[in-house]
């Protein structure tokens, strides 16, 4: 296993890496919508979460040596549902097809008080 790390993404906030690599598969934690630079949540706004989060998971996937075209899944936490159209255009705006498998769930609270949270697995480059 091979632990990723970059100072483009946010750094864990507990016992975890932002990505381990193995098997020619990159696993990315859940990425909270924080901009790595502040420290701090960007926006309250549930579709300016999405694109941090994905943003996040792109400069990891760039300094492990891949990119997001590769991703594989998206499991996806949101905090409230009603603005799913939004954040799924949001998130549509970093893939092309064939598009990423995925999940989204509501759920009843993420850390720091974000609204969204994604986690990937992205297939390393050959």
Known sequence: MNPVITQDAPEA??????????NGLLFVSGQLPIDPETGAIVSNDPVQQTIQCLRNIQAIARSAGTDLDRTIKTPVLVYELARFQEINEAYASFFVAPYPARATF???ALPKGAQVEIEAVIAMKA
């Open 13 to 22: 906030i507990g016992p975890y890496s932002q990505a381990i690599e193995i």
């Open 106 to 108: 509501e759920v009843s």
